[in-house]
T-cell receptor, first 113, second 115 residues
Framework: AQSVTQLGSHVSVSEGALVLLRCNYSSSVPPYLFWYVQYPNQGLQLLLKYTTGATLVKGINGFEAEFKKSETSFHLTKPSAHMSDAAEYFC???????????FGAGTRLFVKA | GAGVSQSPSNKVTEKGKDVELRCDPISGHTALYWYRQSLGQGLEFLIY????????KSGLPSDRFSAERTGGSVSTLTIQRTQQEDSAVYLCASSFSRDGPYEQYFGPGTRLTVT
């Protein structure tokens, strides 16, 4: 069985500060991992994904995430927060082969001026 | 190209009435998901269609909820005898997930309000 845990339902940072959103997963097979972002009143869109290969993945808007198998983690980071980053972020795990994707509960990011 | 579309964008209905929500996935996508998102909450998985396989209905909250996918394309989510707790945004997503994995493409959602 697969599961995803996002630590912290709300995270608040100051503009220009480091953004760190935590995601831990559980999977019985090598996972495929995703981060999605949802801006207010919009659907979700893909930020970045890890399938195979390089464990540091770069996505849109300056975000990146590192797959750490030993820690079963896929934390999302951005060196310097911008006001436009305020949104809800969802981590997701997929085992491929037609099985459904599992989403975490989401983390709402607030950016203070 | 065209993305996932959903209709209507907003639906207000009276308690006890039935509603149908429509999802048009991206052409060629074999997988289709329905999710529910209540105010300030995360994604609640409802149902998953994958090609011609039997759908995974494990997330449907009650037998008032049902969904079908015709011809492997358009999907309709039906809620019978709506209740106020059904008020939420209903999101549809599709992906080309045969051998997978592929990211999901989300529609803009249908905001359902039950009065």
């Amino acid at each position: 069985a697969q599961s995803v845990t996002q630590l912290g339902s709300h995270v608040s940072v100051s503009e220009g500060a480091l953004v760190l959103l935590r995601c831990n997963y559980s999977s019985s097979v090598p996972p495929y991992l995703f981060w999605y972002v949802q801006y207010p009143n919009q659907g979700l869109q893909l930020l970045l994904k890890y399938t195979t290969g390089a464990t540091l993945v770069k996505g849109i808007n300056g975000f990146e995430a590192e797959f750490k198998k030993s820690e079963t983690s896929f934390h999302l980071t951005k060196p310097s927060a911008h006001m436009s980053d305020a949104a809800e972020y969802f981590c997701a795990v997929d085992r491929g082969g037609g099985f459904k994707t599992i989403f975490g509960a989401g983390t709402r990011l607030f950016v203070k001026a | 190209g065209a993305g996932v579309s959903q209709s209507p964008s907003n639906k207000v209905t009276e308690k006890g009435k039935d509603v149908e929500l429509r999802c048009d996935p991206i052409s060629g996508h074999t997988a289709l998901y329905w999710y529910r998102q209540s105010l300030g909450q995360g994604l609640e998985f409802l149902i998953y269609f994958q090609g011609n396989s039997a759908p995974d209905k494990s997330g449907l909250p009650s037998d008032r909820f049902s969904a079908e996918r015709t011809g492997g394309s358009v999907s309709t989510l039906t809620i019978q005898r709506t209740q106020q707790e059904d008020s939420a945004v209903y999101l549809c997503a599709s992906s080309f997930s045969r051998d997978g994995p592929y990211e999901q493409y989300f529609g803009p959602g249908t905001r359902l309000t039950v009065t």
